[in-house]
Nanobody, 122 residues
Framework: QVQLVDSGGGSVQAGGSLRLSCAPSGNTGSRYCLSWFRQTPGQERERVASIFTGNNNIYYDASVKGRFTISFDKAKNMLSLQINNLKPEETTMYYC???????????????WGQGTQVTVSS
């Protein structure tokens, strides 16, 4: 059974940085997509970044391109999301997810981490 444990959230001022981490465990297979989503209360989870381990293809939502960097360290089996120049409106829960492919639709992702809170003050 695959499990994800995400961490690294916290409180920063606008313009600050955080590094989120997600550790997959279990039988993930050799080719899979790891994604970061975020969810504001009352809204559907939105994908912000993905990396596909089969070919290292990376996706960023337009709203985060240039500020967020997704990476996967195969040796450490650790997914990371470096977030720079954070904005107050990006205060929300961030979740890592794993699936056979990379999708915008959160229902297509198979397993989720428990989420980590990012709070950005102005």
């Amino acid at each position: 059974q695959v499990q994800l444990v995400d961490s690294g959230g916290g409180s920063v001022q606008a313009g600050g940085s955080l590094r989120l981490s997600c550790a997959p465990s279990g039988n993930t297979g050799s080719r899979y997509c790891l994604s970061w989503f975020r969810q504001t209360p009352g809204q559907e989870r939105e994908r912000v970044a993905s990396i596909f381990t089969g070919n290292n293809n990376i996706y960023y939502d337009a709203s985060v391109k240039g500020r967020f960097t997704i990476s996967f360290d195969k040796a450490k089996n650790m997914l990371s999301l470096q977030i720079n120049n954070l904005k107050p409106e990006e205060t929300t829960m961030y979740y890592c997810a794993i699936g056979n492919g990379c999708y915008n639709d959160p229902k297509m992702m198979a397993v989720w981490g428990q989420g980590t809170q990012v709070t950005v003050s102005s």
